[in-house]
């Protein structure tokens, strides 16, 4: 088995091969930020301003959809800190930015910079990581979900991601919020409120028919390309004990435009490696990561992880491999006998299939 290394240790063998300018932040990331607002207003515009026919306000909401992920990836990278350095400026673009997914900075910095980023793919401590087997027993919710047949549950999982990011996202301010000191209590409150406010306002002040296409359609929109990726980084991979990169992440191809169109979103483990490095940089980064652990390194496009996605069951079997409590099917993670090309399954072995129902048995008998 391959020796798991921490994310520093990789960024410490990459860096000497990069320019310096690369770990300096890129203000002009900005410039595509803006030119985003400036569509977003337009758009806003159009649908309020005139009643066009629905398929052209459908059109409108998928674009502004659109328009809403990209900004989003641009907040995440804002709040990163390799876009301006100054902390409240920081704040504030990553708040403006990350308004129409009504996620706060200090929220997501906590959520996402100080647990996802450190503790990635620990099943305890990273908030994004998916529950392994032992977890069955816990919770009803998976017990009932595994009773479902499998392309049935995976029909459903797809159509969820269309609301999960503010779902988790709500969900994650409600478990900080408890966990915060009074005075940050206050900013937790106020950064979850002024994006809602904003938005019923809206509401209030156009009526339900455009506020949909505006915000809710574009909202689901945005939800479901968000959860694309946040789905395909960590989710084929192993839980691991060492917060490896190479072996916890998994890095999705997209044609060029929709990378530039992206910030460059899709380089996952090289965002893993360098998370306070402008994504404009990921390219350089990948580069040596091929050069140097090749055969560790994990990427496929996108499509193929959404199909190997569909095709297997999301709960950890001894973390290195992924179970389907109730048939007994063991699929294998990345670096662990996935190939996405071929998905295959082995049995699991009788005495652990006992285990298995034992665990699933539902505690109320
Ligand atoms: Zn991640
Ligand atoms: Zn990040």
């Not at 839980?239 to 899709?266: C, M």
């Not at 063991?330 to 006992?354: C, M, T, V, W």
């Amino acid at each position: 088995m391959k020796e798991l290394h921490s994310f520093g240790w990789y960024a410490a063998k990459v860096s000497p091969h990069l320019p310096k300018k690369a770990f300096k932040p890129v203000p002009m990331r900005l410039l595509g930020g803006f030119l985003y607002v400036v569509v977003i207003s337009s758009c806003f515009f159009l649908i309020i301003k005139y009643n066009l026919h629905p398929i052209l306000n459908i059109s409108i909401s998928l674009l502004i959809g659109f328009c809403f992920s990209a900004i989003g990836f641009l907040g995440h990278e804002i709040l990163h800190g390799t876009v301006v350095r100054k902390a409240w400026l920081r704040d504030l673009l990553g708040a403006f930015f990350m308004l129409p997914i009504s996620t706060g900075p200090l929220l997501w910095r906590k959520w996402h910079n100080m647990t996802h980023h450190i503790h990635t793919q620990d099943e305890e401590k990273d908030p994004d990581a998916w529950p392994s087997m032992d977890a069955l027993s816990k919770v009803r919710l998976l017990q009932w979900m595994y009773k479902i047949p499998q392309n049935v549950r995976a029909f459903f999982a797809f159509a969820f991601l269309f609301i999960t990011f503010t779902i988790h996202s709500t969900k994650q301010f409600f478990f900080f919020v408890k966990q915060a000191k009074p005075k940050k209590k206050i900013t937790y409150w106020v950064q979850f409120l002024i994006p809602w406010t904003l938005w019923l306002s809206l509401l209030l002040m156009v009526g339900f028919e455009k506020w949909f296409y505006t915000f809710l359609l574009p909202l689901f929109i945005t939800n479901f390309i968000v959860m694309s990726y946040i789905s395909t980084n960590h989710r084929l991979n192993p839980l691991t004990e060492i917060n490896d990169p190479l072996a916890n992440s998994l890095s999705v191809t997209l044609p060029k435009w929709i990378d530039v169109l992206h910030f460059n979103f899709s380089y996952h483990t090289e965002h893993h490696l360098f998370p306070g490095m402008s994504s404009k940089y990921y390219p350089l980064v990948k580069e040596q990561i091929l050069k140097l652990w090749p055969e560790r390194y994990h990427q496929m496009p996108m499509h193929l992880a959404m199909i190997a996605l569909w095709k297997t069951p999301r709960l950890y079997y001894k973390e290195k491999e992924l179970i389907d409590p109730k048939k007994g099917k063991i699929y294998g993670s990345l670096g662990h006998g996935l190939d996405p090309k071929a998905i295959n399954f082995r049995e699991e072995d009788r005495e652990q299939k006992e285990i298995s129902a034992e665990l699933a048995v539902d505690k109320r008998n």
